[in-house]
């Protein structure tokens, strides 16, 4: 059985912490090298059968250098089809997608319209779908359906959007009457609401970690440049006052880091415990970026200083999954419910 921390420790060396924003291409063909895609994997299925604290580990150590590789949606979609039992071709999929071919999804929810009438069409767009110019097909869930839809079909269009954080792409992909091949239906009925539960779950800790793996390197690039930058012929990191700024960031990091590797752990963890997770550590990824950016002075607002690059992350992750408001919310009325019960 691998250890989480041997999988932190391959990552570092894999994506060291210096090289920031590494080689999209290269990285994804390094993931698959790696055989990181298997991780979540049954044994059964040729997977390593680790649990959901594994892929957050790999997540966590490539939020520390922004990664720009597929990973997230990669590992989200082998899961899903690994656990599509209505799929024809379950295997012939597993092995395409574990040996280095993308089906993404989309991050934010979709305005589908579906028409039955003989074949079934979809209609509409799913919004801020992750690296759709590498991959194969999307996931596409609506109602009580799931299906692949390929990205070159007919009546399917992508529109890339123009993003502040250069670290990840984001493409809007518009169905317009597309006609679903039946053997591209995922899932059907009821199952659909569990493939639903499993992605949504997974999304939401990949975000966490991502989140809290880059809030750990901004504040530890912080604190190095506070060890160095001087004035009045001394270090800044001899300032109390900077000194208790840092202490204050590294309890917050710490705690959220706690809940997440506890989440990971927990079986019984609903959809909502994930989103107010994800919600904390990207709010903690948000003020540790805003505050480095502050102790970095006037340097750490400009395009040079890689320091900026952490609070371009930030801000996407609040909004990645649903916002920092829709899962407080969910989260309220989940922990009333449970004390009224």
Request: with cysteine; charged share 25%.
């Amino acid at each position: 059985m691998i250890e989480r921390a041997e999988l932190h420790d391959a990552a570092q060396k894999a994506f060291p912490a210096d090289q920031l924003r590494p080689d999209r291409k290269a990285s994804w063909d390094l993931i698959a090298e790696m055989g990181w895609l298997l991780l979540p994997l049954p044994e059964d299925a040729g997977g390593l059968g680790l649990g959901r604290d594994a892929a957050a580990a790999i997540h966590f150590e490539l939020g520390k250098v922004l990664s720009t590789a597929p990973l997230l949606t990669a590992l989200l979609t082998v899961q899903a089809l690994a656990a599509a039992d209505d799929l024809p071709d379950q295997a012939g999929w597993i092995e395409r997608l574990t040996a280095g071919e993308l089906v993404t999804v989309n991050l934010l929810p979709a305005d589908l319209e579906l028409t039955d009438s003989g074949s079934i069409r979809l209609s509409g767009t799913l919004p801020c779908t992750l690296d759709a110019d590498l991959a194969s097909h999307t996931l596409v869930v609506t109602g009580d359906l799931a299906v692949l839809v390929p990205l070159d079909g007919e009546g399917v269009a992508l529109a890339e959007r123009r993003l502040w954080d250069e670290s990840r792409r984001l493409f809007d992909v518009t169905l317009t009457n597309h006609t679903v091949a039946p053997e591209l239906v995922v899932a059907r009925g009821a199952k659909v609401q569990t493939l639903v539960a499993h992605l949504e779950s997974n999304l939401q800790l990949a975000l966490a970690a991502d989140s809290l793996g880059g809030a750990t390197a901004a504040l530890d690039m912080t604190v190095e440049y506070l060890k160095t930058r001087k004035q009045f012929d001394r270090p800044l990191a001899m300032f109390q006052s900077l000194k208790h700024r840092c202490a204050d960031l590294k309890v917050q990091v710490s705690a959220a880091e706690a809940l997440l590797w506890k989440r990971a752990a927990d079986e019984n963890a609903s959809s909502v415990d994930f989103g107010a997770l994800k919600a904390r550590a990207s709010d903690v990824y948000r003020i540790v970026a805003e505050e480095a950016i502050q102790l970095h002075g006037g340097i750490g607002l400009t395009e040079e200083h890689p320091i900026n690059l952490f609070m371009k992350r930030a801000m996407l992750n609040l909004q990645l999954g649903g916002s920092l408001d829709t899962w407080r919310e969910l989260a309220g009325r989940q922990a009333l419910e449970q004390y009224a019960a």
